[in-house]
């Protein structure tokens, strides 16, 4: 995807596109193979609920949207704009490594376990933007009627200031309008805080857990170890006495 940005020779590029291909094939091979085997991911499902079930999950989708721009021009051919922009999707395809790499797994797990409030922390963000760029319209309309055209002609200089980024292209020149603006800017560092506060007490939990859990499987290994020494040496003891009972019956006198 990156390379294909470049200007390359000819014969590296044809070397590309037969690696897209190839994994696109791969790819295809394995949403085709994840779908026949979804009964065994769902199996308190039937066959066709467990099929549909998967097919309807959020990484099947991405995976079927991955696969698409490499098919669709096959089956629809043209120089369709539509067709050419969907070619866009394929960097969705990094989003399969969540399968294979704990880390992202766990990150993903933690965000949809902290859903909530990263959704609440969002919409503060979002509420926080909307009353900046009014409040800055109110300030800097009549200093700058051209740039404050209305509520919403602030909320790029609210997205700005409040990431903290601060691309200076709009900026207040009133009294009134640097205050809210010193304001804004000190808010947005603790609106940019909470979800990464939020996100990293999820990834503390997290690791406690596992470690916790690790714990409990090594106790339950070393439980496990040590009962079945018991039962060996039980079976052994017993084996001896049967074997000493055996030699005494043996010994005694007819």
Not at 35 to 57: M, W
Not at 71 to 97: D, E, H, Q, S, Y
Not at 196 to 201: A, L, Q, R
Not at 209 to 228: G, M, T
Request: charged share 20%; with cysteine; glycine share 6%.
């Amino acid at each position: 995807m990156f390379a294909a940005t470049f200007d390359l020779p000819p014969d590296i590029q044809q070397i590309l596109s037969v690696l897209e291909s190839v994994a696109s094939i791969v790819f295809t091979v394995e949403y085709a193979l994840r779908i026949l085997t979804a009964d065994f991911l769902y199996p308190k499902s039937g066959v066709i609920a467990s099929r549909v079930k998967y097919i309807a999950s959020a990484m099947a989708l991405v995976d079927l949207v991955a696969i698409l721009p490499f098919w669709l021009p096959m089956l629809l051919p043209g120089t369709m704009l539509g067709i050419r922009a969907l070619r866009l999707v394929r960097i969705l395809r990094i989003f399969k490594l969540n399968r294979y790499f704990d880390a992202i797994k766990s990150l993903s797990q933690v965000m949809a376990s902290k859903r909530r409030e990263l959704i609440g922390s969002l919409f503060f963000v979002v509420i926080l933007m909307l009353i900046s760029s009014l409040l800055m319209y109110s300030a800097e309309h009549d200093a700058q009627p051209n740039v404050f055209r209305n509520a919403f002609s602030g909320l790029w200089w609210a997205v700005a200031t409040l990431t903290t980024v601060g691309y200076g292209d709009i900026y207040p020149i009133t009294a009134l309008g640097r205050l809210i603006g010193a304001f804004i800017a000190f808010s947005g560092i603790a609106a940019v805080a909470i979800p990464t506060g939020i996100i990293s007490s999820g990834l503390m939990e997290r690791l406690s857990c596992d470690k916790d859990a690790d714990k409990h499987a090594k106790q339950e290994s070393v439980e496990v170890e040590y009962d079945e020494i018991l039962r060996e040496q039980g079976e052994l003891l017993k084996g001896i006495s049967e074997k000493l009972s055996q030699l005494c019956q043996e010994d005694s006198p007819r």
